[in-house]
């Protein structure tokens, strides 16, 4: 036998028996995977856990008895997701703002909250003053909530760093307040009060 044809033999047998060992090993669960990380859920999420299964909220006082009462009208609401979502307000409001582009707030406010947004986008345009621009978002802890009726409403404080052109950045410390009414198909939050932390 040819000393070349010996060669790729050897080659083909080591190959498939490599090949062979990655199949088989491959795809086996060990036990020790990571569970899949969920993924962000557009719409209402789903109602997997009935009230007395889901994890009591994390925040103590008159913000975790909110919450837990908000749960009992919406066994969706999940507080860590609400956070992220919040985070998430957080710097698409900025943005908006910053770019005079009321159609995307008029999404994101209430209508009390977006003819104040507009007002000051008027002004700010009229004098050419500086935009905000967010430099970065620290922090986002829930300080209070409650059920009106049949709405929820939710206090986040938020700590960031805002640049605003000549003047550097500034640290601004708010408690922006979001409100849903548990009963509507529509899932999202409105931004209903913004005041200084």
Known sequence: MDQGLLEILILAFVAGF?????YTTL??????????QPQPVQGDLPREQPLAQKPAPTPGGTAGEGLISIVRADPSFDVDHFVAGARGAYELIIQAFAKGDRDALRGLLT???FESY????DKREESGGPAPELVRLRHAEITEAEMRGDTARVTVKFEA??????????????????ERAVTSPDPNWLLARVTAA
């Open 27 to 36: 795809g086996k669960r060990t036990g020790s995977e990571r569970p899949a």
């Open 18 to 22: 490599v090949l062979f060992r990655l």
């Open 161 to 178: 760093e805002l640049a605003e052109g000549a003047h550097g950045v500034r640290d601004a410390r708010e408690r922006w307040t979001f």
């Open 111 to 113: 209508p009390r909250v």
């Open 118 to 121: 507009a007002a000051a986008i």
